[in-house]
């Protein structure tokens, strides 16, 4: 079955750009479209917000409070997506999670999530 | 943005026992398109959240028929019907009819 795994590195310095890919595993990006590939993260201040998401077309959608420095791309030779953050500050240090979103079932539908990555920003 | 109130914020239950949480949003979740997006989600100790529930109150596929959603408009609630030692964790809800998307800040479901 269809598994997502987040990577990249744990801390990172103020100012700097957040740097992460969700690799899928078990299934294609692209497959039929009929998918939203989502970032999502998590910290004990704000709870659960949600980031982004992209179609495999390229197609993004952002949280305006994050949109300034947000980008989502999508590699479908490599079957992954990446989150980039950049300017960032201690406020966002999170746990951050890729996720899919089953378009033809419900646009609230996030079926499948990564076991998540804690990203620490601090010098 | 849609603000997702829920309440209570911590709910002890005793093992097999009924669980109730609600979830109230500052506006209708009724998208263009028909339908409303509410979904609900278990995040067990230590794990990634689950999908439980979408469009208020459609199991997802393996879930116990002990979970179960309603409502509608602005006022939605989860209930379990018997609470197990696994359900323990933090539960949200979330909605996806408007950008952006937004969560409420969590129920935690504990045994008594």
């Known amino acids: 079955q269809v598994q997502l795994q987040e990577s990249g590195p744990g801390l990172v310095k103020p100012s700097q750009t957040l740097s992460l890919t969700c690799t899928v595993s078990?299934?294609?990006?692209?497959?039929?479209?009929?998918?939203?590939w989502s970032w999502i993260r998590q910290s004990p201040g704000k709870g659960l917000e949600w980031i982004g998401y992209?179609?495999?077309?390229?197609?993004?959608y952002y949280n305006p409070s994050l949109k300034s420095r947000v980008t989502i791309s999508v590699d479908t030779s490599r079957n992954q997506f990446s989150l980039n953050l950049s300017s960032v500050t201690a406020a966002d240090t999170a746990v951050y999670y890729c996720a899919r979103v089953d378009i033809p079932v419900a646009l609230d539908a996030f079926d499948i999530w990564g076991q998540g990555t804690m990203v620490t920003v601090s010098s | 943005d849609i603000v997702m109130t829920q309440t209570p914020l911590s709910s002890p239950v005793a093992l097999g026992q009924p669980a109730s949480i609600s979830c109230r949003s500052s506006q209708s979740l009724v998208h263009t398109d028909g339908n409303t997006y509410l979904s609900w989600l278990q995040q067990r100790p230590g794990q990634p959240p689950r999908l439980l529930i979408y469009?208020?109150?459609n199991r997802f596929s393996g879930v116990p028929d002990r979970f179960s959603g309603s409502g509608a408009g602005t006022d939605f609630t989860l209930k379990i019907s018997r609470v197990e030692a696994e359900d323990v964790g933090v539960y949200y809800c979330?909605?996806?009819?408007?950008?952006?998307?937004?969560f409420g800040g969590g129920t935690k479901v504990e045994i008594k």
């Open positions: 979330m909605q996806a009819t408007q950008f952006p998307l937004t």
């Open positions: 469009k208020i109150s």
């Open positions: 992209i179609y495999y077309s390229g197609s993004t």
């Open positions: 078990g299934g294609s990006i692209s497959s039929g479209g009929d998918y939203y």
